[in-house]
């Protein structure tokens, strides 16, 4: 598999774990008990984008070497 081949596979894989990364560890504002007024309920407290973006790149990256196993035995 040629390198550019390689990243769009990974930035697609990137994408998709992104979708199943997202809500884990977000607490909503009704269970930690500090809604903001004129704010839904249902809105997390704290995102922390940084944390998700890099356990996604993690999870990634070990389903990216998985397929490139799979598919190039010779990696």
Known sequence: MA???SIAVFFIIWWVTLFAVLPIGVRSQQESGEVMPGSDPGAPARTRLLRIVGLNTL????????FRFAIVPNF
């Open 59 to 66: 999870v990634a990256t070990a389903v990216f070497v998985i």
């Open 3 to 5: 390198l550019g081949s």
